[in-house]
């Protein structure tokens, strides 16, 4: 088994696995949407308004599952129509993951762990998202391939921004308890913080860059 094989199969299983709890959490949400359970004060929102929710669980998990197969640099180097197909697959989902994510922070009522200074994070990193994605694609279309990839991995670090805060929250509300307002909004910044710093590592990875130029 090459080393090159060995990443197309180990870095996109990575990806899912990491992906899991998020999808999971989307999948739950939706049969709660359809199968009709009680209204809370914790889901009252999405019954109010299931658009923006179902939009955002089912683009947001075709996005992380199917763009951890971009991740395989043997498998995109074999099957180039494919890579471009699912790329704009991706993109569609990335931009409607965005936009609806957008769209439930602006309007949805906030819930009491929810203050000002989460939505602002939000905001910025919902709209970083969308912008990244069409850097993406505006490089692709000049013939700037080095470019295309290195937004298109920024954007999908905030878009598994997701599965990095259930692992920072899960962890802090088994070690400490309750997440309050503020200590909710630093997790899920530094979250995504992390996810971009490891994006930055990916993208200025000389062997990657050259690899995936290919």
């Not at 929710?53 to 199917?66: E, N, P, Q, W």
């Not at 640099?73 to 989902?93: D, E, I, M, T």
């Not at 912008?131 to 692709?140: E, K, L, N, S, Y």
């Not at 279309?141 to 899960?170: C, E, N, P, Y």
Request: net charge positive; aromatic share 10%; glycine share 12%.
């Amino acid at each position: 088994m090459t080393s090159t094989t060995t990443r197309d199969r180990l870095i996109p299983a990575a990806i899912i696995l990491f992906s899991l709890v998020p999808v999971l959490g989307g999948a739950l949400r939706l049969a709660e949407l359809g199968g009709g359970a009680d209204i809370t004060p914790d889901n009252a929102r999405f019954f109010a308004s299931p658009l923006p929710v179902v939009l955002h669980a089912v683009t947001v998990s075709v996005y992380s599952v199917l763009g951890a197969f971009q991740f395989a640099p043997g498998f995109r180097r074999r099957r180039p129509g494919w890579h471009r197909a699912a790329g704009r697959v991706l993109v569609l989902c990335g931009l409607l993951g965005a936009l609806s994510g957008l769209w439930m922070t602006v309007l949805y009522p906030k819930p009491a762990d929810v203050g000002a200074f989460l939505t602002g994070v939000r905001l910025v990193f919902g709209t970083a998202w969308a912008v990244f994605i069409v850097f993406g694609v505006a490089a692709i279309r000049r013939g700037d391939v080095a470019g295309h990839r290195a937004w298109m991995v920024r954007a999908f670090a905030i878009g598994l921004g997701a599965g990095t805060q259930a692992v920072a929250l899960g962890s802090w509300i088994a070690a400490s308890g309750p997440l309050g307002q503020l200590t909710k909004a630093v997790l899920m910044l530094g979250s995504w913080l992390v996810n971009l710093a490891m994006a930055e590592w990916v993208v200025r990875r000389p062997a990657l860059v050259k690899g995936n130029a290919r």
